[in-house]
């Protein structure tokens, strides 16, 4: 076979870039319409409102709206819209923070660790179905390589001038 | 190394197809905010409305607002919505169908097709940013893999009951 010309080459690098990321769109449209509408026929909540209870599981003892916003990625009005709808819900509550008395932290109720515990294996079923036709090992592997992208080296982090 | 029971393999298994499903939220999170971000700063359209003018590049012939909504896998609400801005913003134009007279369909503009054009070289720009720190060997194996998941074979795919 011919070598490529370094045009070619940079034209298939722009190429197999969009191919990895059409990649990527095309497995978050096939999971997760199946995770919302399962999640919300089964257990009445939409996958927003799942991750934020999800991360309200791992600190019992609360999380501001700031640390909330933070790990789930979107934006504090975001956040606090979704924290008032499980509210009314029941599912969450706000209290004081025991670091700082002077600021508010969301925290699961009772009802809302309930709920939480439901959703969990709903999504766990879901995840189950949609992937069942992987086996062991393309599923760590893909995982492995999802990883190295998002653990891009220091040097190589474009500019995040926002 | 003692063998797994079953019970030990299947809670790992679970816990394998939830990393995977966290590792494309986490690409998709690492690459699409500052997509949008780009697009917009450079060129004044959201990645939604960047979706709706490719689509409408590759069919010049137009496309109907439910076949755009089957392509874009949103729901033809959202579409129209999209549509709309966009020929209020000159890029997109509706035109009676050549196939079916009764109906319409969305065809780019002049000004649309030169926007697509600028719109899809930041495109290509951000996600050879995102991406550099990939040999062609992982893109090209991610990719395999990604496809791999979407790919379901037809007796393993869930029973899709809407």
């Known amino acids: 076979m011919a070598e490529d010309t370094p045009a070619q080459t940079h034209t298939d690098r722009r190429k197999n870039e969009t191919r990895l990321w059409l990649g990527i769109l095309d497995v978050h449209s096939f999971i997760y319409p199946e995770l919302n509408k399962r999640l919300k026929e089964l257990t009445a909540i939409s996958v927003s409102k799942f991750d934020v209870l999800a991360q309200l599981n791992r600190y019992p003892e609360g999380l501001s709206m700031g640390d909330l916003s933070a790990r789930l990625k979107v934006s ?25 008395r002077r600021s508010f932290v969301a925290v699961l109720t009772p009802a809302g ?16 179905k949609c992937l069942s036709h992987l086996d062991t090992q393309t599923l760590e592997d893909t995982t492995a390589m999802l990883k190295s992208i998002v653990n891009m080296p220091d040097n190589k982090v474009p500019s995040q001038d926002e």
């Open 113 to 128: 660790q309930q709920r939480f515990a439901e959703a969990a294996r709903v999504h766990t079923e879901v995840l189950g």
């Open 76 to 100: 504090n009005g975001n956040v606090s819209g979704l924290v008032n709808r499980l509210r009314k819900d029941g599912l969450v509550d706000k209290t004081m923070s025991t670091d700082d």
